[in-house]
Each structure stands twice: as C-alpha cells, then as structure tokens.
C-alpha cells in the first residue's frame, strides 16, 4: 500500500474515533462472548499489555472476576482514555487492594509506540477488535514483530479480527472507495470501507482477514498459533479469535 494512502486511511480512522468516541463507548458497555471466553483462561495474578483498550471495559471485567496484576492499556483516541480513567478510579476507590491500571495515549500506526509501554515485558498481549483497523500489510507486520519483543519468553499474544462478512446486515454497510477519493487499486485485498450509523454518519477503514491471511502473518513474524475459535454476534461467528505463542516456545 502506498505510504500516502494508508496516512489516509489512518487519518480517517483517527477522526471516525474522535468524532464519535462518546456513541462507539456507548455500544462497547458490554464485553464479547469471545473476549469473556479468553478472560477465563488469564491468571489473577499476571501481566498485562491491552492494545486498544478504548473504555477500559475489559479491565473493570477482569477485576470482576479477581484480577490483581499489573494492566496497562493502549489507545490513542484521548477521549475513550479519559472515559477508562474515570471508571477505573471509581472501582479502584471500592477495592483499594486492587492494583491501578495505567491508561496510555498511544498510536500503533506510529514508530516507537512501544516505548510507551511501561513494565516490560508481559505475560499476555491482547488486542481485541485492533488489528483489522490498521491499514496495509506491512503495518500490521511491524506491529506484530514489536508485540513479540513485548512478551515474556512464554507470553501469549490473544487478539481477535472482525469478521463482518459473515452479517448480511454489516455487509449492507460496506461503502464505494469513490467516497473518500480512492479506487479499489489503491488499497489491498481484502479492504473494506464502512459506514457508521449511530449519532450520525461516518466512515472507518476495516480489513477483513481470512484464516490463511493470518496463519502467513503468524510464520512471518515469529508466531504460532495454538487457538482459534469463531465468536460473537447473533450467530456467534462475527470475530475470529487466535492465541499465538513465539516460535522458538515449546509448547
């Protein structure tokens, strides 16, 4: 993808979530069956990278079931940092036992974002609803090799990638590339543009993957996957789940 296409794409991302932070954390009140299945298997006491962590709902969800590690979480839209932030030091202030989370401003399309990231390395990576929204392969390739030097020699990396091509309703939404100035050439297979509808009109860059696209993605950057599994949504088949391992960990 030519460097000035994905500037935009990430420029139309930035403003999609900076206009309607206040509508998108009203729709992500609750957590995904999927994320729910993951959470379970994530130890009380254990350290946590969460890229994308937007409202800081999945901590609040992790400190319901027990948690008392260390979480720090990554997001660059300001706005939803300052709705987790404020959440985060309610709860706090009825569990002073609990560990506070750290909330970052960070953007994952730029260099050096994992400087960021304090307390090195983690237990667990998650990254659950981000990776389809950075644009280009090799973007996703450099996020990928920074995730593997953040974890910890048996650290898990668990995400998961919307797979709206399976609701005819979210299909409904999939928009002509003529809409922001570009042409199907301009972008790669297996981009998507979508419209919003919730407190007004707006548009977002999606990718859909494919289970083989991520399976290359994994080998090409140090990675096995050791599960997988379809869930969320009416059909229970609108986001594909992996847990990657590095490669050089026996399993």
């Known amino acids: 993808m030519d460097t000035a296409i994905r500037q935009k794409l990430i420029r139309l991302n930035q403003q999609f979530y900076q206009t309607f ?13 999927g994320v729910q299945k993951v959470i379970r298997q994530i130890p009380q006491h254990c350290r946590i990278l969460d890229l994308g962590c937007g409202n800081g709902k999945l901590w609040q969800r992790l400190v ?19 709705v987790a ?40 990576v998650l990254a659950f609803a981000v990776l389809h929204h950075l644009p280009g392969e090799l ?20 995400f998961s990638v919307w797979q709206f091509l399976n609701s005819p309703r979210l299909r409904e939404r999939i928009q002509d590339w003529s809409k922001i100035g570009l042409v199907n050439s301009q972008v790669e297979p297996g981009d998507y ?14 990718h859909h993957y494919a289970p083989d696209e991520l399976q290359r993605l994994a080998s090409a950057c140090g990675f096995v996957s050791t599960e997988e599994f379809l869930s969320d949504g009416q059909g229970g088949n609108l986001s594909q789940y992996q847990t990657w391992i590095l490669d050089n960990v026996i399993v």
Do not use: C, H, M
């Open 21 to 33: 932070a206040e509508q998108f954390s009203a729709t992500r009140q609750q957590i995904q069956p």
């Open 64 to 82: 319901e079931r027990g948690y008392l590690g260390e979480y720090v979480g990554l997001d660059f839209s300001a706005e939803l940092l300052e």
């Open 193 to 206: 543009l979508l419209d919003w509808r919730q407190g007004g009109q707006g548009l977002r860059y999606v």
């Open 139 to 158: 973007t996703v390739i450099q996020t990928l090799r920074r995730i593997q030097r953040l974890l910890t020699p048996g650290g898990k990396f668990i």
């Open 85 to 124: 932030k404020q959440q985060a030091s309610r709860t706090v202030g009825r569990q002073p036992d609990r560990n506070y989370p750290q909330f970052i401003q960070a953007d994952l399309t730029e260099d050096g974002w994992e400087n960021r990231a304090p307390n090195l390395p983690y237990d667990f």
